[in-house]
């Protein structure tokens, strides 16, 4: 296999769109290709990644619409549709292409424009994700999944809200400092938790979570362009190498698996990652995780092997995972604060990372960073995209 | 319109899938028989979710996963005041979601 080098990331800041579908993505498309800057190299592939495209704004075949708009012609284009993991799927899928000797440079696009509908529609076409017969006939929402997922983790672990609330200002506190991220709102454990106001300011979403344990619904788009060795050094790219992808899946039903607070897919996917990166949990510097819900910040954290079991929450308490601390964990404002449009998730992570490990990350750059870890969750933890990226010292 | 669920018992090895699967997750058998899901167990976890689906028209649901006797778990919708993980509930079958043509029955959970 061919290494695999990020040499371009860029994306729309997220929140609501005031463009239409394939504009969002071709404006965080441009910007990835002009932080690319290939001069006359063609881009051989596009892929894209989103999830409802088809029911929420009524157009299919994105990939090839993306393609027209940006006049990549005659581009090979795809689109990836794995739920709330498309976006990091869509960057395997890259990878494999370059990889495999298929494709030279790849452009790979995620986009969401979820609140083109209403909220209650919004939550349906997540839901639309759980199993059909055995969950979504109850009613089941991603918020009541996690919700069912928390009481249970934090009973077993000895989590309590305000570790919950921990992980929310944290990840605010830092979106403060992205310009890209959906909001700008310092919150506080008196405002979320404490004060007799926090009742009204953060009320119940599915129990124990309550609405600052939630990422918003957002609009946004974001791309990475990634290329071959020749191609990096050639246009004189900061070496960021996709260091190692592992994907895995488990149970559609959650009831189904042995124990439900065991995240087995986010387990499996980041050692298989980690693996073929070469590298251990201990050798990251700066990680984003799939913080849809506060609990699963902390819940995949323990997975992925920063952290032991029921260990997690505790290192929060310490601030080791803030900004300046031993891992920083989304330093981005996370999907909580950053905001989650579903199918550009998973590459809005890889655009962080990838800055981060530039050393472009403005305000909320961690110090030294040389390898990082993303962690892309989907459906309710049932198929998880991990990636690992390394800067390569030139 | 079925006002039963079934859970699917694997002919060859005798395990209990619920859902359906069209391979055995234990012995990779291949036959199933379907088998009805009723009886009693222990709350595992449970929610209050104010985040509903469409087709509500309530403000919140309670949903709860329950461990039956046997060790099979099934989601449902919890039908009690006082919920509490580890209380135990018998299963029932009602109403769980009224799209607008026709009704959806599935598993509701009330205090043994």
Redesign the interface.
């Known amino acids: 296999m061919r290494p695999v080098y990020i040499v371009g990331a860029g994306m729309t800041r997220f929140g609501r769109s005031e463009w239409p579908l394939v504009d969002l993505a071709a404006t965080a498309s441009l910007a990835a290709l002009h932080h690319a800057n290939l001069g006359k190299i063609p881009v051989d592939a596009v892929v894209v990644a989103n999830m409802g495209a088809g029911r929420v704004n009524r157009q299919t075949a994105i990939a090839s619409a993306l393609v027209d708009r940006l006049s990549l012609w005659p581009a090979a284009a795809e689109s990836v549709e794995n739920g709330p993991a498309s976006g990091a799927s869509a960057v395997k899928v890259g990878y494999q292409a370059i990889a495999s000797g298929m494709a030279d440079v790849v452009l790979v696009t995620g986009v969401e424009m979820m609140r083109a509908v209403d909220g209650?529609?919004a939550?349906?076409f997540v839901?639309s994700l759980s199993?059909p017969?055995?969950?979504?006939?109850?009613?089941?929402?991603?918020?009541?999944l996690a919700?069912?997922?928390?009481?249970?983790f934090m009973?077993r672990h000895g989590v309590e809200r305000r570790h919950l609330a921990l992980v929310a200002i944290k990840n605010h506190d830092n979106a403060m400092k992205n310009p890209y991220a959906h909001i700008h709102q310092p919150v506080t454990m008196e405002g979320i938790l404490t004060s007799p106001e926090a009742v009204v300011n953060n009320?119940?979403?599915?129990?124990?979570?309550h609405m600052f344990d939630?990422c918003p619904v957002s609009d946004g788009a974001a791309a990475v362009v990634l290329a071959t060795q020749e191609v990096a050094a050639k246009i004189g790219a900061p070496r960021v190498l996709v260091a190692g992808i592992g994907q895995a899946t488990d149970t559609?039903?959650?009831?189904?698996r042995q124990d439900?607070t065991d995240l087995k897919a986010v387990r499996l996917a980041s050692a298989a990652a980690f693996e073929r990166a070469g590298l251990k949990p201990s050798d990251i510097d700066v990680a984003e995780l799939h913080d849809a819900f506060t609990i699963l910040e902390i819940a995949e954290s323990e997975a992925a092997g920063f952290f032991k079991p029921g260990q997690a929450h505790k290192a929060i308490e310490r601030g080791e995972t803030q900004l300046t601390g031993k891992l920083p964990i989304n330093p981005s404002g996370g999907l909580k604060a950053k905001g989650h449009p579903v199918g550009a998730t998973g590459v809005a992570q890889i655009v962080e990372l990838a800055w981060q490990l530039r050393g472009e990350a403005g305000g909320r750059q961690v110090a030294k960073a040389k390898a990082a870890y993303a962690c892309n969750f989907g459906g309710f933890g049932n198929n998880v995209v991990a990636t690992v990226l390394r800067k390569e010292e030139r | 319109m079925s006002e039963k669920v079934y859970a699917f018992r694997c002919t060859t090895c005798g395990a209990v899938s619920y859902p359906k699967h069209m391979i055995c997750p234990k012995c990779r058998g291949e036959a199933f028989e379907p088998v009805e899901v009723a009886g009693e167990g222990a709350v595992l976890t449970y929610t209050d979710v104010y985040a509903l689906a469409v087709d509500y028209e309530t403000r919140y649901l309670r949903l709860a996963i329950v461990e039956l006797d046997g060790g099979m778990r099934v989601t449902g919708q919890l039908l009690d005041e006082h919920p509490r993980v580890g209380k135990r509930v018998r299963t029932t079958v009602g109403v769980v979601r009224e799209p607008a043509d026709k009704p959806i029955y599935g598993l509701q959970f009330v205090p043994a």
Request: proline share 13%; aromatic share 8%; hydrophobic share 40%.
């Open positions: 209650l529609e939550t349906d839901a199993h017969e055995v969950e979504y006939i109850y009613g089941v929402t991603l918020p009541s919700g069912l997922f928390a009481r249970l009973e009320p119940p979403i599915a129990e124990p979570l939630c559609h039903a959650v009831h189904e439900p």
